[in-house]
């Protein structure tokens, strides 16, 4: 499986920004596609997960209430729909999948990872 982010950019701290990342290859062995964050300094973070074949969603602490994780099977597309956004928010985010059901906070479970792609959010 191939992942690909679109690009980030530089938002003002409240405004909106929406991430996508489109899936290649054998994407029918994808169960679970995620977000992660990693702000220079830091370790990889979980920002939110979906089930691809239900829907179900499981967002981390830093995104409740601001962030939304969606997907469109028929494109095998991922989607962040970042609002409120704020200057912690500044990390490079990557796209992720894994072939195995769950929706787990983890890197260690997912087996796929696109290239990241970098938000920066101004005060």
């Known amino acids: 499986v191939q992942l690909q982010a679109s690009e980030g950019g530089l938002v003002q701290a409240g405004g909106s920004l929406r991430l996508s990342c489109a899936a290649s290859?054998?994407?029918?062995?994808?169960?679970?596609m995620a977000w992660f964050r990693q702000a220079p300094g830091k370790e990889r973070s979980f920002v939110a997960a979906?089930?691809?074949?239900?829907?179900?969603?499981y967002l981390g602490d830093s995104g409740k209430g601001r962030f939304t994780i969606s997907r469109d099977s028929a494109k095998n597309t991922l989607y962040l729909q970042m609002n409120s956004l704020k200057p912690e928010d500044t990390a490079i985010y990557y796209c992720?999948?894994?072939?195995?059901?769950?929706?787990?906070?983890?890197?260690?479970?997912?087996?796929?990872w696109g290239r990241g792609t970098l938000v920066t959010v101004s005060s």
């Open positions: 992720a999948a894994k072939s195995a059901f769950g929706l787990v906070p983890n890197t260690y479970f997912y087996n796929y």
């Open positions: 290859g054998r994407t029918f062995s994808t169960s679970v």
């Open positions: 979906i089930d691809w074949s239900s829907g179900e969603t």
